[in-house]
């Protein structure tokens, strides 16, 4: 395909067929997850199914790849579907615009063609077993579920740890999540996946840099409605950069 020529002249025609054949299943389409999607649709791959109940505000534009002006009051699922057929019209995109749960698991990384209901939707069926998971959710107790059914499942996992608060690119890395040192989001989740039995081979992309704020991502799970209104309760809102969470 002519759209991805430049590509396959670095890696070949044969991996770029490859990646033309596989399915990412992204969960999480806010700063971090966002700019991945960008990618990966740019490298040509063919089949994604993406998850996030959210709806794009005005604070998200400073980092938001996703985030416009014209794109305000939106699902991120629906405005990231329409970007990927944009850039690849031969993409098959399954958006589904839900809070991630154990409930929908199986469907989403484990089941043959099938449809289902969220939250009163119907949504396409998935379109197979997913080849590789991204992780890049914000709220602790449905990121420590997701990588603990990926894990159980051998589901090859990147997952995005702390990538707000930080300001130096030559200190961001990536490893095995049970070796990362000096994110304090990574140490939770190191710490809570190892009272549930799961172990090494879950692939974190992290940032070393010191901060002075320790950012303690929400735990309870959380329905959009209670995500978009906050209920009154005070957020815990801190400063990020676009630069950086584009890398993650």
Not at 15 to 39: I, S
Not at 97 to 124: I, Y
Request: charged share 25%.
């Amino acid at each position: 395909m002519e759209r991805f020529s430049r590509t396959a002249r670095l890696i070949g025609n044969d991996k770029q067929q490859t990646l033309t054949g596989k399915r990412v299943t992204l969960v999480g389409l806010g700063a971090v997850g966002g700019y991945a999607l960008e990618a990966l649709a740019r490298s040509g791959v063919g089949n994604f199914v993406l998850v996030d109940f959210d709806r794009v505000n005005l604070t998200n534009i400073n980092r938001q790849i996703l985030a416009l002006d014209s794109t305000i009051g939106s699902y991120k699922v629906d405005i990231a579907r329409k970007r990927v057929l944009d850039i690849n019209p031969e993409a098959r995109v399954v958006a589904i615009p839900a809070f991630a749960h154990s409930e929908l698991f199986d469907w989403l990384l484990d089941s043959g063609p099938r449809s289902v209901e969220v939250q009163h939707l119907a949504v396409p069926p998935v379109l197979e077993k997913t080849d590789v998971l991204i992780d890049a959710i914000d709220s602790l107790n449905p990121k420590l579920a997701l990588l603990e059914y990926a894990w159980h499942k051998g589901i090859p996992t990147f997952s995005s740890m702390g990538a707000a608060m930080r300001t130096n690119p030559a200190l961001l890395t990536h490893g095995e999540l049970f070796e990362t040192k000096g994110c304090p989001l990574a140490r939770r989740i190191r710490q809570n996946l190892r009272r549930r039995g799961v172990g090494e081979g879950i692939k974190a992309v992290y940032s070393t840099e010191e901060v002075t704020f320790e950012y303690r991502p929400p735990e309870e799970d959380e329905s959009p409605q209670e995500r978009e209104s906050d209920r009154g309760r005070e957020r815990n809102v801190i400063g990020s950069l676009p630069t950086l969470t584009g890398m993650f």
